[in-house]
């Protein structure tokens, strides 16, 4: 009897956890939702030819970029990962804004600009900032409050109106 009812309790609480994890996280009211485009995570690594021979092993595959001048794009299946080497700091999370995983360009996005002043707007203060007098490709960095740098890295034009 005892097994059972802790039986009946883990799935109860295991359908709790489940349910949670799955719900939408609560907005501030009024808050649209960013969209910051395809995201990537950027490693900061030491030799970019061991780097590539490891994730290589697992399954990634290079999508692009020049191992001459020290960075590269990687994909599997499902994820992309970014090698640079000398290029940051440390391992960042990435962005890019008007790009679908492909690299190809999406016609409706948020301009890194609109993200940068939305940002601002809700009290996140920029590391680096695009210039607001620019229209097309600019960056802009964050720091989450656990020190992780976070890249918006637009490489397009600004989305079509």
Do not use: C
């Amino acid at each position: 009897m005892t097994r059972s009812i802790v039986g009946v309790l883990a799935v109860y609480l295991a359908g709790l956890v489940t349910a949670r994890m799955i719900d939408p996280p609560a907005k501030a009211a009024g808050e649209a939702p960013l969209r910051l485009g395809n995201f990537s995570v950027s490693l900061a690594v030491k030799d970019i030819g061991a780097s590539r021979a490891f994730y290589e092993k697992l399954g990634f595959r290079v999508f692009m970029g020049e191992q001459a001048k020290n960075w590269l794009i990687l994909q599997n299946d499902s994820s992309t990962i970014g090698l640079f080497q000398g290029m940051f700091p440390k391992n960042t999370l990435t962005f890019n804004p008007g790009w679908d995983r492909k690299a190809g360009t999406v016609p409706d996005f948020d301009d890194v600009r609109v993200i940068q002043r939305a940002l601002k707007g809700r009290g996140v203060s920029p590391m680096s900032e695009a210039d607001e007098s620019t229209s097309g490709p600019a960056s802009m960095m964050v720091m989450d409050p656990d020190g992780n740098p976070i890249l918006i890295d637009q490489h397009v034009p600004g989305p079509k109106k």
